[in-house]
């Protein structure tokens, strides 16, 4: 980012700099910079931002054309990256009923013309529902991290204490974002895993949560990919301690493994992506919160929910909010926390592509994401040097690769794989220093037999 000073824009409100001066004042700063004291100084452009002259139309069209003919897709290479953003088959009718002119706009709708938005959403709410084995789930937020936050922060309202503790295996981005949305009011501490397994570590868990813990949140699957065991344990120390635990969860994982209502969790929360939404920059992100039908959970909900009721004809139903007045939308100054335009267009998404699944589909696909996933561990791990999974627990869809008995860096690796069209994993060397180089690589639906072995030729062909 970067600042001009004393320069006013015709369209840009406030920007006269006697009326900057003005404002500056009556909220007591000095200048301008003192509103952007909270960002890093490697991300302020203090240079002056290097704009072209104005192009006509058809000449930025060129322009814009051919820089993105720059861009290598997954559509010409094969792609093992995930981390948070993963390759899923997304079936045509997903993007058929996403594009309609009824349904495309990030917003939920409003009651007085949006029926048939706002019970697309309650269907999808419902399908998310039985998903997770819960009986309240939001309209959509931005994404997991934000999803993830939000849990924490309607745990803290709940509880009334203002401490949680997360794993050391969260995506370090996501953490960033978590710790960021719960500051200035809440502690968030970490709690380290076991070397050998990838587990939680319990005794690190014990000596840390207290009763000024109002959650422990983690990850099934984990970042790393590999499934939490302890999700029993986890959760009945929490409630022995009168906190609660959530749990984060890739919704393609629970056709094959346990909802984690079933190992006790108070709040589950996700990204919708693997549910039919296309990898695209910076979109096809949106994150869901579910928990049990109780007032106390009900109630601290920041983002909309719908349901629905009896009309006053007999046998007919409509749609509408619950407890509205729980939103910023209705109360600004109180409401739970701001809610913006969200991203309901991926909630619509999300259901369509759970009708067409359904059960017997999201157990199939969860079947043919181990099967591939473990047939690609099998294969790497025969390779000299290599080891897959670096951790001795059971994976889905992602595992961590171990690279340090080859004598090569993750970096030279993944350039030869780039050279022979592979997009390969999350290099961890510098997110996780103490696994050394390895990497997080991530296989699903979309991987055949021969991008697997595809895979493990590129990489013998560079470390043997």
């Known amino acids: 980012m970067a600042r001009e000073e004393n320069v006013s824009h015709p369209y840009i409100p406030n920007t006269v700099p006697e009326v900057q001066k003005e404002m500056l004042e009556e909220i007591g700063l000095e200048n301008i910079d003192e509103l952007y004291e909270g960002i890093p100084e490697s991300l302020i452009l203090k240079d002056k931002m290097n704009i072209p002259s104005s192009l006509t139309e058809f000449k930025l069209r060129k322009e814009i054309e051919s820089s993105l003919n720059l861009n290598k897709n997954c559509d010409e290479n094969t792609n093992f990256m995930g981390a948070g953003c993963w390759q899923h088959f997304v079936p045509a009718v997903c993007d058929e009923v996403n594009q309609r002119s009824e349904f495309l706009t990030a917003y939920a709708g409003e009651p007085y013309e ?200 007999e046998g007919e139903y409509g749609f509408g909010d619950i407890t509205f007045e729980r939103t910023s939308l209705y109360d600004r100054l109180n409401g739970k926390e701001s809610v913006g335009t969200q991203t309901a267009l991926w909630g619509i998404t999300a259901g369509v592509y759970l009708s067409l699944l359904g059960p017997n589909g999201m157990y199939e696909l969860g079947q043919t994401i181990l099967q591939n996933s473990q047939y690609a561990q099998e294969q790497l791990s025969k390779l000299k040097g290599v080891t897959s999974s670096r951790f001795n627990s059971l994976n889905f869809k992602e595992f961590v690769i171990d690279f340090n008995g080859t004598g090569k860096s993750v970096e030279e690796i993944h350039q030869h794989l780039l050279k022979e069209g592979i997009f390969a994993g999350m290099d961890l060397s510098e997110s996780f220093p103490e696994l050394g180089q390895s990497a997080l690589y991530c296989v699903t639906e979309v991987h055949s037999k021969n991008d697997i072995d595809k895979l493990v030729k590129a990489i013998q062909d560079v470390v043997e």
Request: some cysteine; charged content about 25%.
């Open 114 to 313: 949006d029926h048939g938005r706002i019970q697309a959403l309650f269907e999808y709410q419902s399908l998310v529902a039985e998903l997770v084995d819960m009986e309240v789930v939001n309209v959509p937020t931005f994404d997991w991290a934000q999803a993830a936050s939000t849990s924490l922060r309607m745990a803290c309202r709940i509880t009334g204490r203002n401490e949680v503790l997360l794993p050391r295996t969260i995506d370090p981005d996501k953490l960033r974002i978590i710790k960021n949305y719960c500051s200035p009011d809440i502690v968030c501490e970490v709690v380290d895993y076991e070397s050998s397994s990838g587990q939680l570590d319990m005794k690190d868990l014990k000596g840390k949560v207290s009763t000024n813990t109002a959650a422990v949140y983690f990850e099934n699957p984990s970042f790393l990919g590999f499934i939490e065991e302890k999700g029993d344990e986890i959760s009945k120390l929490c409630h022995e301690l009168g906190a609660l635990s959530i749990v984060g969860v890739d919704p393609s994982s629970l056709g094959v493994i346990e909802t984690p209502s079933q190992y006790g969790a108070d709040i589950v929360c996700g990204d919708l992506q693997p549910l039919g939404m296309h990898m695209n920059y910076g979109g096809g992100q949106a994150g869901f919160i579910a928990t049990r039908d109780e007032e106390k959970y009900v109630q601290e909900y920041p983002s909309r929910l719908f349901g629905i009721v009896p009309t006053e004809v």
